[in-house]
Protein backbone atom coordinates (compact mmCIF):
# COMPACT_ATOMS: atom_id res chain seq x y z
CA UNK A 1 0.00 0.00 0.00
CA UNK A 2 1.49 3.07 -1.01
CA UNK A 3 -0.55 5.96 1.16
CA UNK A 4 -2.12 5.07 4.77
CA UNK A 5 -4.10 8.00 6.84
CA UNK A 6 -5.03 7.17 10.29
CA UNK A 7 -6.77 9.49 12.35
CA UNK A 8 -5.81 12.09 10.67
CA UNK A 9 -7.11 15.46 12.04
CA UNK A 10 -6.19 19.18 11.00
CA UNK A 11 -8.10 22.30 12.64
CA UNK A 12 -8.15 26.30 11.70
CA UNK A 13 -9.03 27.97 14.80
CA UNK A 14 -12.00 26.57 16.05
CA UNK A 15 -13.02 25.07 13.06
CA UNK A 16 -12.10 21.46 12.09
CA UNK A 17 -11.42 21.26 8.25
CA UNK A 18 -9.93 17.49 8.70
CA UNK A 19 -11.21 15.29 11.30
CA UNK A 20 -10.43 11.76 12.17
CA UNK A 21 -9.55 10.74 8.29
CA UNK A 22 -8.28 7.38 7.89
CA UNK A 23 -7.87 5.90 4.28
CA UNK A 24 -5.56 4.24 2.19
CA UNK A 25 -4.20 4.45 -1.33
CA UNK A 26 -3.04 1.66 -3.13
CA UNK A 27 -0.49 1.77 -5.81
CA UNK A 28 -1.33 1.73 -9.42
CA UNK A 29 -5.22 2.56 -8.08
CA UNK A 30 -7.13 5.63 -8.64
CA UNK A 31 -8.65 7.10 -5.57
CA UNK A 32 -11.67 9.56 -5.61
CA UNK A 33 -11.99 12.02 -3.26
CA UNK A 34 -15.39 13.64 -3.25
CA UNK A 35 -17.41 15.91 -0.85
CA UNK A 36 -19.00 19.09 -1.16
CA UNK A 37 -17.19 22.79 -0.94
CA UNK A 38 -15.48 23.41 1.82
CA UNK A 39 -15.51 19.60 3.08
CA UNK A 40 -11.63 19.47 3.42
CA UNK A 41 -10.15 17.52 0.14
CA UNK A 42 -7.77 20.54 -0.93
CA UNK A 43 -6.49 20.27 2.90
CA UNK A 44 -6.24 16.61 2.74
CA UNK A 45 -4.07 17.46 -0.29
CA UNK A 46 -1.99 19.81 1.65
CA UNK A 47 -1.72 17.51 4.71
CA UNK A 48 -0.63 14.24 2.20
CA UNK A 49 1.90 16.77 0.28
CA UNK A 50 4.05 18.62 3.60
CA UNK A 51 2.41 21.77 3.22
CA UNK A 52 0.56 21.51 6.51
CA UNK A 53 0.90 19.23 9.26
CA UNK A 54 -1.76 17.44 11.07
CA UNK A 55 -2.87 18.10 14.53
CA UNK A 56 -3.17 14.75 15.26
CA UNK A 57 -2.69 11.42 13.36
CA UNK A 58 -0.59 9.65 11.65
CA UNK A 59 0.33 10.09 7.41
CA UNK A 60 2.44 7.23 5.94
CA UNK A 61 4.11 6.93 2.43
CA UNK A 62 5.18 3.47 1.50
CA UNK A 63 5.09 2.37 5.33
CA UNK A 64 6.96 5.59 6.50
CA UNK A 65 5.58 8.25 8.34
CA UNK A 66 5.98 11.82 6.74
CA UNK A 67 5.88 13.49 9.86
CA UNK A 68 8.04 16.80 9.49
CA UNK A 69 8.77 16.54 5.72
CA UNK A 70 8.17 19.64 3.16
CA UNK A 71 6.71 19.27 0.18
CA UNK A 72 10.22 19.57 -1.32
CA UNK A 73 10.85 16.70 0.62
CA UNK A 74 7.69 14.32 -0.22
CA UNK A 75 8.13 15.57 -4.07
CA UNK A 76 11.62 13.79 -3.54
CA UNK A 77 9.71 10.81 -1.95
CA UNK A 78 7.25 10.71 -5.03
CA UNK A 79 4.58 12.59 -4.64
CA UNK A 80 3.33 15.43 -6.32
CA UNK A 81 0.11 17.66 -6.85
CA UNK A 82 -1.51 20.09 -9.10
CA UNK A 83 -3.85 23.09 -7.48
CA UNK A 84 -7.24 24.25 -7.74
CA UNK A 85 -6.12 27.92 -8.21
CA UNK A 86 -3.50 27.29 -10.73
CA UNK A 87 0.18 28.06 -9.72
CA UNK A 88 1.49 27.75 -13.14
CA UNK A 89 5.06 29.55 -14.03
CA UNK A 90 3.51 32.10 -15.82
CA UNK A 91 6.60 34.21 -17.24
CA UNK A 92 8.15 30.64 -18.36
CA UNK A 93 7.09 29.09 -20.99
CA UNK A 94 5.04 25.95 -21.44
CA UNK A 95 8.53 24.09 -22.12
CA UNK A 96 10.17 25.54 -19.12
CA UNK A 97 7.66 25.21 -16.92
CA UNK A 98 7.51 21.30 -17.69
CA UNK A 99 11.20 21.10 -17.33
CA UNK A 100 10.83 22.68 -14.07
CA UNK A 101 8.65 20.29 -12.87
CA UNK A 102 11.93 18.08 -13.63
CA UNK A 103 13.68 19.45 -11.45
CA UNK A 104 14.65 15.65 -9.58
CA UNK A 105 15.64 14.32 -13.04
CA UNK A 106 18.55 16.55 -12.68
CA UNK A 107 21.24 16.71 -10.25
CA UNK A 108 23.45 19.88 -10.92
CA UNK A 109 23.41 22.39 -8.23
CA UNK A 110 24.20 26.66 -7.76
CA UNK A 111 28.17 26.12 -8.64
CA UNK A 112 28.03 23.18 -11.29
CA UNK A 113 25.41 24.88 -13.12
CA UNK A 114 27.73 28.27 -12.58
CA UNK A 115 30.78 26.50 -14.38
CA UNK A 116 29.26 23.84 -17.03
CA UNK A 117 28.98 25.40 -20.41
CA UNK A 118 25.30 25.45 -20.83
CA UNK A 119 25.08 24.51 -24.57
CA UNK A 120 26.91 20.99 -23.58
CA UNK A 121 25.58 20.03 -20.90
CA UNK A 122 23.86 15.92 -21.21
CA UNK A 123 21.11 16.24 -18.24
CA UNK A 124 19.96 19.92 -19.77
CA UNK A 125 19.17 17.44 -22.84
CA UNK A 126 17.44 14.43 -21.02
CA UNK A 127 15.15 17.05 -19.01
CA UNK A 128 14.37 18.85 -22.26
CA UNK A 129 14.04 15.67 -24.26
CA UNK A 130 11.30 14.37 -21.55
CA UNK A 131 9.53 17.29 -20.82
CA UNK A 132 8.68 17.31 -25.01
CA UNK A 133 7.37 14.03 -24.83
CA UNK A 134 5.11 14.97 -22.01
CA UNK A 135 4.42 18.12 -23.79
CA UNK A 136 2.98 15.37 -26.87
CA UNK A 137 0.80 13.32 -24.75
CA UNK A 138 -0.61 16.21 -23.40
CA UNK A 139 -1.27 17.91 -26.83
CA UNK A 140 0.20 20.88 -25.75
CA UNK A 141 3.73 20.71 -28.23
CA UNK A 142 3.01 23.41 -30.61
CA UNK A 143 2.20 25.46 -27.47
CA UNK A 144 6.21 24.91 -26.36
CA UNK A 145 7.39 27.82 -26.59
CA UNK A 146 4.79 30.14 -25.68
CA UNK A 147 4.78 32.09 -22.40
CA UNK A 148 2.49 29.88 -20.35
CA UNK A 149 0.29 32.48 -19.23
CA UNK A 150 -1.43 32.90 -23.09
CA UNK A 151 -2.59 29.44 -22.78
CA UNK A 152 -6.12 29.15 -21.76
CA UNK A 153 -7.47 28.11 -18.66
CA UNK A 154 -8.06 24.56 -19.79
CA UNK A 155 -4.72 23.98 -21.77
CA UNK A 156 -2.89 25.72 -18.21
CA UNK A 157 -4.34 22.91 -16.24
CA UNK A 158 -2.79 20.41 -18.32
CA UNK A 159 0.14 21.67 -18.34
CA UNK A 160 0.38 21.73 -13.95
CA UNK A 161 -0.53 18.07 -14.89
CA UNK A 162 2.00 17.73 -17.62
CA UNK A 163 4.70 19.46 -14.67
CA UNK A 164 3.52 17.41 -12.55
CA UNK A 165 4.55 14.49 -14.29
CA UNK A 166 7.49 15.34 -15.14
CA UNK A 167 8.80 14.38 -11.82
CA UNK A 168 7.66 10.83 -12.57
CA UNK A 169 5.51 10.69 -9.69
CA UNK A 170 5.08 7.44 -7.74
CA UNK A 171 1.62 9.55 -6.51
CA UNK A 172 -0.27 11.97 -8.40
CA UNK A 173 -2.06 14.34 -6.56
CA UNK A 174 -4.81 16.02 -9.03
CA UNK A 175 -7.08 18.72 -7.22
CA UNK A 176 -10.01 19.35 -9.39
CA UNK A 177 -8.26 19.14 -12.74
CA UNK A 178 -11.75 19.71 -14.38
CA UNK A 179 -12.95 22.52 -12.73
CA UNK A 180 -13.71 25.52 -14.95
CA UNK A 181 -13.34 23.62 -18.07
CA UNK A 182 -15.62 23.64 -21.12
CA UNK A 183 -17.27 20.39 -22.27
CA UNK A 184 -14.38 19.52 -25.02
CA UNK A 185 -11.19 20.99 -22.87
CA UNK A 186 -12.68 18.42 -20.16
CA UNK A 187 -13.52 15.63 -22.54
CA UNK A 188 -9.56 15.92 -23.35
CA UNK A 189 -8.62 16.17 -19.84
CA UNK A 190 -10.76 13.02 -18.63
CA UNK A 191 -8.97 11.29 -21.54
CA UNK A 192 -5.86 12.05 -20.49
CA UNK A 193 -6.57 10.69 -17.18
CA UNK A 194 -7.94 7.54 -18.09
CA UNK A 195 -4.83 7.27 -20.06
CA UNK A 196 -2.61 7.75 -16.98
CA UNK A 197 -4.49 5.33 -14.93
CA UNK A 198 -4.27 2.39 -17.73
CA UNK A 199 -0.95 3.47 -17.31
CA UNK A 200 -1.05 2.41 -14.24
CA UNK A 201 -0.37 5.74 -12.15
CA UNK A 202 -1.41 6.06 -8.46
CA UNK A 203 -3.64 9.41 -8.34
CA UNK A 204 -6.16 10.57 -5.89
CA UNK A 205 -8.08 12.65 -7.86
CA UNK A 206 -10.51 15.75 -6.36
CA UNK A 207 -13.35 16.30 -8.86
CA UNK A 208 -17.01 17.08 -8.89
CA UNK A 209 -18.14 15.85 -11.83
CA UNK A 210 -19.81 12.95 -10.89
CA UNK A 211 -19.35 10.91 -14.51
CA UNK A 212 -15.20 11.60 -14.54
CA UNK A 213 -15.23 10.08 -11.05
CA UNK A 214 -17.11 7.17 -11.97
CA UNK A 215 -15.66 6.41 -15.03
CA UNK A 216 -12.17 6.97 -13.31
CA UNK A 217 -12.48 5.71 -10.41
CA UNK A 218 -11.11 2.35 -8.17
CA UNK A 219 -12.21 3.65 -4.94
CA UNK A 220 -14.19 6.55 -3.66
CA UNK A 221 -14.03 8.60 0.01
CA UNK A 222 -16.42 10.36 0.64
CA UNK A 223 -15.97 13.93 3.14
CA UNK A 224 -18.48 15.55 4.60
CA UNK A 225 -17.35 18.64 7.36
CA UNK A 226 -13.91 16.70 7.58
CA UNK A 227 -15.13 13.77 7.91
CA UNK A 228 -15.13 10.39 5.61
CA UNK A 229 -18.69 9.43 5.62
CA UNK A 230 -18.22 6.23 3.10
CA UNK A 231 -15.83 4.46 0.74
CA UNK A 232 -16.28 2.10 -1.36
CA UNK A 233 -15.95 1.42 -4.97
CA UNK A 234 -17.96 3.15 -7.36
CA UNK A 235 -20.73 0.66 -7.25
CA UNK A 236 -21.19 1.04 -3.52
CA UNK A 237 -20.94 4.70 -3.57
CA UNK A 238 -23.94 4.86 -5.80
CA UNK A 239 -26.25 2.81 -3.65
CA UNK A 240 -24.80 4.42 0.01
CA UNK A 241 -27.78 6.63 1.45
CA UNK A 242 -25.54 8.75 3.59
CA UNK A 243 -23.74 9.99 0.46
CA UNK A 244 -27.14 10.37 -1.38
CA UNK A 245 -28.38 11.78 1.31
CA UNK A 246 -25.14 14.46 2.40
CA UNK A 247 -24.23 14.66 -1.38
CA UNK A 248 -26.06 15.08 -3.56
CA UNK A 249 -29.36 16.01 -1.73
CA UNK A 250 -32.20 13.62 -0.79
CA UNK A 251 -33.95 13.88 -4.11
CA UNK A 252 -31.46 13.70 -6.61
CA UNK A 253 -30.24 10.63 -8.17
CA UNK A 254 -26.63 9.92 -9.81
CA UNK A 255 -26.46 9.62 -13.65
CA UNK B 1 17.90 36.29 -37.33
CA UNK B 2 21.82 35.41 -36.22
CA UNK B 3 22.21 39.36 -36.55
CA UNK B 4 19.26 39.64 -33.54
CA UNK B 5 20.82 36.90 -31.79
CA UNK B 6 24.35 38.05 -31.23
CA UNK B 7 23.06 42.31 -31.62
CA UNK B 8 23.40 42.43 -28.07
CA UNK B 9 27.26 40.74 -28.09
CA UNK B 10 28.31 42.99 -31.24
CA UNK B 11 27.53 46.11 -29.10
CA UNK B 12 28.62 45.29 -25.90
CA UNK B 13 32.38 44.55 -27.35
CA UNK B 14 31.88 47.42 -29.46
CA UNK B 15 31.51 49.56 -26.49
CA UNK B 16 34.35 47.97 -24.81
CA UNK B 17 36.37 49.04 -27.62
CA UNK B 18 36.38 52.61 -26.73
CA UNK B 19 38.03 53.19 -23.42
CA UNK B 20 41.19 51.26 -25.44
CA UNK B 21 40.76 53.62 -28.33
CA UNK B 22 40.31 56.43 -26.08
CA UNK B 23 43.78 55.45 -23.98
CA UNK B 24 42.30 58.07 -21.44
CA UNK B 25 42.44 57.34 -18.29
CA UNK B 26 38.78 59.03 -17.42
CA UNK B 27 37.43 56.68 -19.43
CA UNK B 28 39.08 53.92 -18.21
CA UNK B 29 38.26 54.94 -15.03
CA UNK B 30 34.01 54.92 -16.00
CA UNK B 31 34.58 51.90 -17.23
CA UNK B 32 36.07 50.12 -14.41
CA UNK B 33 33.32 51.62 -12.15
CA UNK B 34 30.82 50.07 -14.64
CA UNK B 35 32.36 47.11 -15.03
CA UNK B 36 32.70 46.55 -10.62
CA UNK B 37 28.61 47.97 -10.67
CA UNK B 38 27.99 45.26 -13.35
CA UNK B 39 29.50 42.49 -11.17
CA UNK B 40 27.49 43.52 -8.19
CA UNK B 41 24.27 43.83 -10.29
CA UNK B 42 24.64 40.95 -11.75
CA UNK B 43 24.49 38.63 -8.49
CA UNK B 44 21.33 40.97 -7.39
CA UNK B 45 19.98 40.20 -10.67
CA UNK B 46 19.93 36.54 -10.05
CA UNK B 47 19.00 37.53 -6.71
CA UNK B 48 15.85 40.08 -7.41
CA UNK B 49 14.70 38.74 -11.48
CA UNK B 50 15.32 35.25 -10.46
CA UNK B 51 14.83 34.48 -7.08
CA UNK B 52 12.51 37.08 -6.53
CA UNK B 53 13.99 38.67 -3.41
CA UNK B 54 15.44 42.19 -2.73
CA UNK B 55 18.21 43.44 -0.79
CA UNK B 56 18.77 47.26 0.53
CA UNK B 57 21.79 46.09 1.91
CA UNK B 58 24.70 45.45 -0.92
CA UNK B 59 26.58 48.36 -0.26
CA UNK B 60 27.45 46.87 2.62
CA UNK B 61 28.61 43.45 1.28
CA UNK B 62 30.54 45.93 -0.91
CA UNK B 63 31.74 47.77 2.09
CA UNK B 64 32.55 44.56 3.61
CA UNK B 65 35.18 43.18 0.61
CA UNK B 66 36.32 46.81 0.64
CA UNK B 67 37.76 47.00 3.87
CA UNK B 68 38.75 43.27 4.32
CA UNK B 69 41.14 44.11 1.38
CA UNK B 70 41.83 47.10 2.69
CA UNK B 71 42.79 46.25 5.94
CA UNK B 72 44.06 42.89 5.38
CA UNK B 73 46.78 44.74 3.55
CA UNK B 74 47.66 48.00 4.65
CA UNK B 75 47.17 46.99 8.60
CA UNK B 76 48.26 43.13 8.09
CA UNK B 77 50.63 43.47 4.65
CA UNK B 78 48.62 40.62 3.23
CA UNK B 79 49.50 40.38 -0.70
CA UNK B 80 46.60 41.55 -2.37
CA UNK B 81 45.67 38.10 -4.33
CA UNK B 82 44.68 35.97 -0.80
CA UNK B 83 43.00 39.78 0.71
CA UNK B 84 40.90 39.40 -2.38
CA UNK B 85 39.71 36.13 -1.58
CA UNK B 86 39.25 36.97 2.06
CA UNK B 87 37.20 39.81 0.51
CA UNK B 88 34.55 37.31 -1.40
CA UNK B 89 34.14 34.97 1.05
CA UNK B 90 33.41 37.27 4.39
CA UNK B 91 30.50 38.67 2.68
CA UNK B 92 29.29 35.34 1.77
CA UNK B 93 29.72 34.19 5.60
CA UNK B 94 27.86 36.93 6.80
CA UNK B 95 25.12 36.49 4.26
CA UNK B 96 24.83 32.40 4.92
CA UNK B 97 23.70 33.72 8.67
CA UNK B 98 21.52 36.49 7.76
CA UNK B 99 19.43 34.91 4.99
CA UNK B 100 19.31 31.69 7.07
CA UNK B 101 17.44 33.28 9.13
CA UNK B 102 15.12 35.58 6.89
CA UNK B 103 14.70 33.48 3.71
CA UNK B 104 13.03 30.92 5.43
CA UNK B 105 10.14 33.53 5.19
CA UNK B 106 8.01 34.99 2.61
CA UNK B 107 8.38 38.29 0.83
CA UNK B 108 9.86 41.06 2.39
CA UNK B 109 12.17 40.07 5.57
CA UNK B 110 15.04 39.66 3.57
CA UNK B 111 14.70 43.15 2.06
CA UNK B 112 14.38 44.53 5.80
CA UNK B 113 16.76 42.82 7.32
CA UNK B 114 19.50 43.61 5.00
CA UNK B 115 18.27 47.07 5.05
CA UNK B 116 18.98 47.12 8.72
CA UNK B 117 22.06 45.46 8.00
CA UNK B 118 23.12 48.15 5.78
CA UNK B 119 22.48 50.89 8.33
CA UNK B 120 24.51 48.87 10.64
CA UNK B 121 27.83 48.02 8.75
CA UNK B 122 28.10 51.73 7.53
CA UNK B 123 28.08 53.03 11.12
CA UNK B 124 30.72 50.25 11.47
CA UNK B 125 32.81 51.46 8.92
CA UNK B 126 32.59 55.18 10.22
CA UNK B 127 33.13 54.48 13.74
CA UNK B 128 35.59 51.62 13.45
CA UNK B 129 38.06 53.59 15.04
CA UNK B 130 41.49 51.98 14.07
CA UNK B 131 40.51 48.94 12.25
CA UNK B 132 38.64 51.27 9.70
CA UNK B 133 40.10 54.89 10.01
CA UNK B 134 36.92 55.98 11.11
CA UNK B 135 35.17 58.72 8.67
CA UNK B 136 38.90 59.11 6.96
CA UNK B 137 39.03 55.74 5.81
CA UNK B 138 41.92 53.56 4.97
CA UNK B 139 44.53 54.83 2.45
CA UNK B 140 47.77 53.42 1.23
CA UNK B 141 46.22 50.36 -0.46
CA UNK B 142 48.15 48.91 -2.77
CA UNK B 143 47.61 47.77 -6.26
CA UNK B 144 46.01 44.80 -6.80
CA UNK B 145 48.73 41.86 -8.19
CA UNK B 146 48.57 37.83 -9.24
CA UNK B 147 52.23 37.25 -8.57
CA UNK B 148 54.21 39.19 -10.14
CA UNK B 149 51.62 40.10 -12.44
CA UNK B 150 50.66 43.86 -11.43
CA UNK B 151 47.82 45.71 -12.70
CA UNK B 152 49.29 48.99 -11.85
CA UNK B 153 48.26 51.08 -14.93
CA UNK B 154 44.60 52.11 -15.61
CA UNK B 155 44.13 49.96 -18.81
CA UNK B 156 45.52 47.21 -17.46
CA UNK B 157 43.05 47.43 -14.16
CA UNK B 158 40.05 48.11 -17.29
CA UNK B 159 41.00 44.32 -18.56
CA UNK B 160 40.88 42.58 -15.37
CA UNK B 161 37.60 43.83 -14.51
CA UNK B 162 36.13 43.31 -18.22
CA UNK B 163 37.69 39.63 -18.65
CA UNK B 164 36.06 39.25 -15.11
CA UNK B 165 32.93 40.77 -16.37
CA UNK B 166 32.64 38.29 -19.07
CA UNK B 167 33.11 35.41 -17.20
CA UNK B 168 30.85 36.07 -15.03
CA UNK B 169 28.38 36.34 -17.65
CA UNK B 170 29.13 33.53 -19.26
CA UNK B 171 28.64 32.02 -15.78
CA UNK B 172 25.60 33.58 -15.35
CA UNK B 173 24.19 32.82 -18.79
CA UNK B 174 25.14 29.20 -17.63
CA UNK B 175 23.08 29.51 -14.34
CA UNK B 176 19.98 31.23 -16.30
CA UNK B 177 19.82 28.08 -18.87
CA UNK B 178 20.01 25.37 -16.22
CA UNK B 179 17.77 23.49 -13.87
CA UNK B 180 18.91 26.08 -11.52
CA UNK B 181 18.26 29.02 -12.65
CA UNK B 182 14.73 27.59 -14.20
CA UNK B 183 14.54 26.65 -10.35
CA UNK B 184 15.13 30.05 -9.11
CA UNK B 185 12.35 31.22 -11.73
CA UNK B 186 9.96 29.13 -9.92
CA UNK B 187 10.70 30.12 -6.92
CA UNK B 188 9.50 33.36 -7.96
CA UNK B 189 6.56 32.90 -9.73
CA UNK B 190 5.10 30.41 -7.42
CA UNK B 191 6.61 29.05 -4.07
CA UNK B 192 3.79 25.88 -3.87
CA UNK B 193 4.78 25.16 -7.02
CA UNK B 194 8.17 24.85 -7.06
CA UNK B 195 8.14 22.95 -3.58
CA UNK B 196 5.97 20.72 -5.38
CA UNK B 197 8.19 20.03 -8.35
CA UNK B 198 11.20 19.26 -5.51
CA UNK B 199 12.67 22.57 -5.04
CA UNK B 200 14.01 23.63 -2.12
CA UNK B 201 12.97 27.05 -2.05
CA UNK B 202 15.05 28.61 0.86
CA UNK B 203 18.10 26.79 0.35
CA UNK B 204 17.86 27.98 -3.32
CA UNK B 205 17.05 31.66 -2.34
CA UNK B 206 19.74 31.19 0.63
CA UNK B 207 22.42 30.38 -2.16
CA UNK B 208 21.56 32.92 -4.93
CA UNK B 209 21.79 35.37 -1.92
CA UNK B 210 25.73 34.45 -0.98
CA UNK B 211 26.22 34.41 -4.33
CA UNK B 212 25.47 38.25 -4.74
CA UNK B 213 26.89 39.03 -1.50
CA UNK B 214 30.25 37.21 -2.73
CA UNK B 215 30.24 38.97 -6.25
CA UNK B 216 29.53 42.35 -4.18
CA UNK B 217 32.29 41.72 -1.92
CA UNK B 218 34.54 40.94 -4.51
CA UNK B 219 33.66 43.95 -6.29
CA UNK B 220 34.50 46.06 -3.28
CA UNK B 221 38.06 44.54 -2.62
CA UNK B 222 38.55 45.11 -6.62
CA UNK B 223 37.32 48.53 -5.82
CA UNK B 224 39.39 49.12 -2.76
CA UNK B 225 42.76 47.77 -5.05
CA UNK B 226 41.54 50.48 -7.81
CA UNK B 227 41.21 53.65 -6.12
CA UNK B 228 44.32 52.85 -3.81
CA UNK B 229 42.02 54.89 -0.73
CA UNK B 230 38.52 53.77 0.97
CA UNK B 231 36.08 55.62 3.26
CA UNK B 232 32.57 54.70 4.26
CA UNK B 233 30.76 57.14 1.89
CA UNK B 234 30.69 54.47 -1.25
CA UNK B 235 28.95 52.22 0.93
CA UNK B 236 26.05 54.02 2.22
CA UNK B 237 22.02 53.12 2.28
CA UNK B 238 22.35 55.64 -0.72
CA UNK B 239 24.62 52.83 -2.72
CA UNK B 240 22.27 49.96 -1.63
CA UNK B 241 19.43 52.14 -3.23
CA UNK B 242 21.28 52.81 -6.89
CA UNK B 243 22.45 49.10 -7.01
CA UNK B 244 18.99 48.26 -6.80
CA UNK B 245 17.67 50.85 -9.18
CA UNK B 246 20.18 50.00 -11.97
CA UNK B 247 18.86 45.91 -11.76
CA UNK B 248 15.28 47.69 -12.02
CA UNK B 249 16.56 49.80 -14.59
CA UNK B 250 18.61 47.72 -16.73
CA UNK B 251 15.44 44.88 -16.20
CA UNK B 252 15.15 42.56 -13.97
CA UNK B 253 15.57 38.32 -15.02
CA UNK B 254 17.17 39.94 -18.12
CA UNK B 255 20.81 38.78 -19.63
CA UNK B 256 21.86 42.46 -20.36
CA UNK B 257 20.01 44.07 -17.43
CA UNK B 258 22.76 44.10 -15.16
CA UNK B 259 24.99 45.87 -17.31
CA UNK B 260 22.72 48.24 -18.99
CA UNK B 261 21.80 49.24 -15.87
CA UNK B 262 24.89 49.79 -14.55
CA UNK B 263 26.18 51.82 -17.55
CA UNK B 264 23.34 53.59 -17.89
CA UNK B 265 23.11 55.19 -14.02
CA UNK B 266 27.15 55.62 -13.97
CA UNK B 267 27.16 57.29 -17.48
CA UNK B 268 23.94 59.22 -16.51
CA UNK B 269 25.12 61.04 -13.51
CA UNK B 270 28.45 61.87 -15.20
CA UNK B 271 26.73 63.30 -18.26
CA UNK B 272 24.16 65.10 -15.53
CA UNK B 273 27.14 66.46 -13.89
CA UNK B 274 28.80 68.17 -16.73
CA UNK B 275 26.12 69.04 -18.58
CA UNK B 276 24.19 70.64 -16.07
CA UNK B 277 26.32 73.66 -15.15
CA UNK B 278 26.08 74.31 -18.44
CA UNK B 279 22.59 74.74 -18.53
CA UNK B 280 22.14 76.41 -15.31
CA UNK B 281 25.04 78.53 -14.13
CA UNK B 282 25.82 78.17 -10.56
CA UNK B 283 23.32 74.80 -10.06
CA UNK B 284 24.50 72.79 -6.95
CA UNK B 285 24.28 69.01 -6.55
CA UNK B 286 20.76 69.07 -5.78
CA UNK B 287 19.78 70.31 -8.87
CA UNK B 288 21.74 67.05 -10.36
CA UNK B 289 19.94 64.72 -8.14
CA UNK B 290 16.84 66.20 -9.04
CA UNK B 291 17.34 66.04 -12.87
CA UNK B 292 18.61 62.10 -12.60
CA UNK B 293 15.43 61.13 -10.15
CA UNK B 294 13.12 62.35 -13.24
CA UNK B 295 14.85 60.87 -15.45
CA UNK B 296 14.48 57.19 -13.96
CA UNK B 297 10.98 58.13 -13.05
CA UNK B 298 10.43 58.38 -16.57
CA UNK B 299 12.43 55.20 -18.02
CA UNK B 300 10.71 53.31 -15.17
CA UNK B 301 7.35 54.51 -16.55
CA UNK B 302 8.25 54.29 -20.39
CA UNK B 303 9.97 51.26 -20.10
CA UNK B 304 8.89 49.27 -17.23
CA UNK B 305 10.87 46.01 -18.34
CA UNK B 306 13.79 47.77 -18.14
CA UNK B 307 15.94 49.25 -20.92
CA UNK B 308 17.31 46.01 -22.11
CA UNK B 309 13.20 44.90 -23.24
CA UNK B 310 14.04 48.15 -26.04
CA UNK B 311 16.51 45.78 -27.55
CA UNK B 312 13.72 43.57 -28.68
CA UNK B 313 11.53 46.71 -29.95
CA UNK B 314 14.16 48.37 -31.75
CA UNK B 315 15.30 45.02 -33.68
CA UNK B 316 11.86 44.21 -33.87
CA UNK B 317 10.97 46.95 -36.21
CA UNK B 318 14.52 47.63 -37.41
CA UNK B 319 15.66 43.94 -38.78
CA UNK B 320 12.26 41.87 -39.65
N1 LIG C 1 -5.26 27.91 5.40
C1 LIG C 1 -6.50 27.91 5.93
N2 LIG C 1 -6.79 28.71 6.99
C2 LIG C 1 -8.02 28.72 7.54
N3 LIG C 1 -9.03 27.97 7.11
C3 LIG C 1 -8.83 27.14 6.06
C4 LIG C 1 -7.56 27.08 5.41
N4 LIG C 1 -7.63 26.19 4.41
C5 LIG C 1 -8.89 25.72 4.42
N5 LIG C 1 -9.62 26.27 5.41
C6 LIG C 1 -11.02 25.96 5.75
O1 LIG C 1 -11.11 24.57 5.87
C7 LIG C 1 -12.30 24.08 5.32
C8 LIG C 1 -12.00 23.05 4.26
O2 LIG C 1 -11.43 23.72 3.14
P1 LIG C 1 -10.90 22.96 1.86
O3 LIG C 1 -10.28 23.97 0.97
O4 LIG C 1 -10.08 21.83 2.27
O5 LIG C 1 -12.25 22.44 1.20
P2 LIG C 1 -12.47 21.71 -0.18
O6 LIG C 1 -13.14 20.44 0.14
O7 LIG C 1 -11.24 21.67 -0.96
O8 LIG C 1 -13.54 22.67 -0.86
P3 LIG C 1 -13.70 23.11 -2.40
O9 LIG C 1 -14.54 22.08 -3.05
O10 LIG C 1 -14.42 24.40 -2.30
O11 LIG C 1 -12.35 23.23 -2.96
C9 LIG C 1 -13.05 25.30 4.80
O12 LIG C 1 -13.98 25.67 5.79
C10 LIG C 1 -11.98 26.32 4.63
O13 LIG C 1 -12.51 27.62 4.84
MG1 LIG D 1 -10.55 22.45 -2.69
Redesign the interface.
Known sequence: MLLQLDGVTKHFGGIAAVRNVGFEADEGKVLALIGPNGAGKTTLFNLITGALEPDQGVIALKGQTIKGLKPFQLAAGGVTRTFQNLQIFNSMTVLENVMAGAYLRGKKGFLRSLFSYHGWCKEEKMIREKSLVLLEETGLAETAGRPASTLPFGQKRLVEIARALASDPCLLLLDEPAAGLNSEESAVLTNYINKLRDRGTTMILIEHDMETVMNAADKIIVLNFGEVIAQGTPAEIQAHPEVIKAYLGEDEKIA | MRIKKYSGLLIALLLLAIPLIAQSNYVYGLFIVVGLYTIIVQGLGILMGYAGQVSFGHAAFFGLGGYTAAILTTRFSWSPLPALLAAVFLPAVIAAVIGRQTLKLRELYLALATLGFGILVSIVFAEGGELTGGPSGISGIPHFQIGSLSFDSDGSFFLLIWLLVVMLM??????????????L??IR??E??????????SR?KL??FI?SALLAGMAGGLYAFYVSFISPSPFSFHASVQFVLMAVIGGL?TFWGPLIGAMVVVLLSEVLKEVIPLIIPNAGGEYQIIIYGMILVILMIYQPQGLSSLRNRISLRGLK
Not at chain 2, 170 to 183: C, F, P, Q, V, Y
Open positions: IGIKNLIHSRTGRACAESYAAENAGIDCLQAFG
